[in-house]
């Protein structure tokens, strides 16, 4: 894929697919409920199809239709022993919470995944999962895990690593395990799980202490199936308002966009930055926040931003950087750790990638700092995306100011957003 400059601005309004983490819950949770889920909006990437067809191949009835599912639930206990391996492709959500869910039933199972996926950190699923006693076997802690499903025992889990994914995954397990499960969280991450459960009548109590929760599971309590419709995904979106924000003469409407707390990062960041986003419509859909968000042109002003506010933006951070690559002062994003366990190593792909488009900015223990310029010069125009979907879409938006812009193995953006290249052309972006 190659990403060009734009002279004209982008205007219009983009659909965005419905977002990938609600997406991948919208599936496992009625699939373990009583009764008929239907899921309107829900994301068909490459991550939830693979989720998807796990469901199928544990014998899960899934009527799939245009821009709609049809989950027949059989309850926490009516998953089959599946007839092969579950392959996940690319999908740290799928892996982590497959974990957690199949480690309490009565069969084994065997996850695989792609070479990015295999690579990826699995003990801080398997290590808090086996305090429950669960018997998971790993590759040295990597893909492939042999869960061999048995009864698990409820007690308290301390979760110090900022992961919805461990959090889930554990959440999932206590479902059906007898008696309370208690989970601390000690930092603030994204709640689809806990929220879309309390819908469907999950025995679940939460209870806040400034950013640390403690979230109470009685297990074994069957699930009521409802009806969900998927919100549009705000980690998608932010592609294009960054591309709005950093380029001339654009306005943006996105709609029916997922501002959901645990996840507004990016939002709170970029009108840090000074970033003129305008929200309206605000509404809840299933007990998620939802709104339209309005976004023009800006001249952004770079910021400082704590390890804090990562929790709360994870996926982010690649896009976040561009835009901060065109600010009028430099900017330091601490505490990124976590960056390098994604579907790549991000802290290192985004330094990588931003100095080969002429950015001067490096990496501090975990804080990054960019130093923005006027004018760059491209020093080499081939992006390195290690086949990760956020790296390869933040740098086809870069593209727009720099280009052109080679994007290696862009393909992977079917991952979370396989109608990128046409909604961008739509607005008036430019890739072959
Ligand atoms: C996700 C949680 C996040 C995020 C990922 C989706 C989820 O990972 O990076 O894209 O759906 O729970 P961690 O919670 O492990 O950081």
Do not use: W
């Not at 819908?199 to 640390?212: E, H, R, Y």
């Not at 996840?263 to 299933?286: H, P, V």
Request: hydrophobic share 40%; glycine share 6%.
């Amino acid at each position: 894929m190659i990403s060009n400059i734009i002279s004209k601005g982008l205007k219009g309004s983009p659909k965005i697919p419905g977002d990938k983490s609600i997406s991948h819950r919208s599936v496992i949770i009625p699939s373990i409920s009583n009764g008929i889920s239907e899921v309107t909006n829900i994301l068909k990437s490459d991550d939830v199809l693979n989720t998807i067809e796990a469901f199928k191949s544990m014998g899960v009835e899934i009527n799939e239709m245009k821009n709609k599912l049809i989950v027949n639930g059989k309850g926490l206990n009516s998953l089959k022993k599946p007839i092969g391996e579950i392959y996940l492709g690319n999908s740290g959500t799928s892996a982590r919470l497959l974990t957690g869910l199949l480690s309490s039933q009565s069969f084994d199972t065997v996850l695989t995944g792609d070479s990015s996926l295999s690579s990826r950190p699995m003990k801080r699923i398997s290590e808090p999962l086996s305090k429950m006693g669960a018997k998971i076997l790993s590759n040295n802690g990597t893909l492939p895990l042999k869960i061999n499903g048995t009864e698990l025992s409820n007690t308290t889990i301390d979760i110090n690593i900022p992961s919805a994914q461990i959090k889930s995954g554990i959440i999932l397990a206590a479902l059906n395990t007898y008696g309370i499960t208690t989970i601390i969280e000690n930092k603030n991450t994204r709640d689809h799980t806990e929220t879309m459960l309390n819908a469907f009548g999950a025995d679940i109590s939460i209870q806040k202490q400034d950013i640390k929760k403690i979230i109470k599971i009685n297990g074994k309590k069957n699930l009521n199936s409802i009806n969900i419709e998927v919100p549009n995904d705000l980690s998608s979106s932010a592609f294009f308002i960054v591309a709005a924000l950093i380029n001339k003469n654009s306005h943006l409407v996105l709609r029916n966009i997922n501002v959901n707390p645990t996840r507004n990062g990016i939002l709170i960041a970029l009108e840090k930055m000074g970033a003129k986003i305008l929200f309206s419509n605000q509404r809840e859909i299933n007990n998620e926040k939802v709104c339209d968000i309005e976004v023009f042109s800006s001249e952004l002003n770079g910021c400082e931003l704590e390890g804090d506010i990562a929790d709360l933006m994870i996926d982010e951070y690649p896009i976040l950087s561009v835009a901060a690559s065109f600010a009028k002062t430099p900017s330091v994003f601490r505490g990124l750790g976590e960056l390098k366990v994604k579907e790549s190593d991000r802290l290192n792909l985004i330094k990588l990638n931003l100095q080969s488009c002429g950015v001067d900015c490096k990496v501090l223990n975990d804080d990054l700092f960019i130093f923005p310029k006027k004018n760059y010069e491209i020093i080499n125009n081939k992006i390195q995306t290690n086949y990760d979907h956020r790296i390869a879409m933040a740098f086809a938006i870069m593209g727009t100011r720099v280009g052109p812009l080679v994007i290696n193995d862009s393909n992977s953006i079917n991952t979370s957003f396989p109608t990128f290249v046409d909604e961008f052309i739509n607005i008036g972006g430019k890739i072959d």
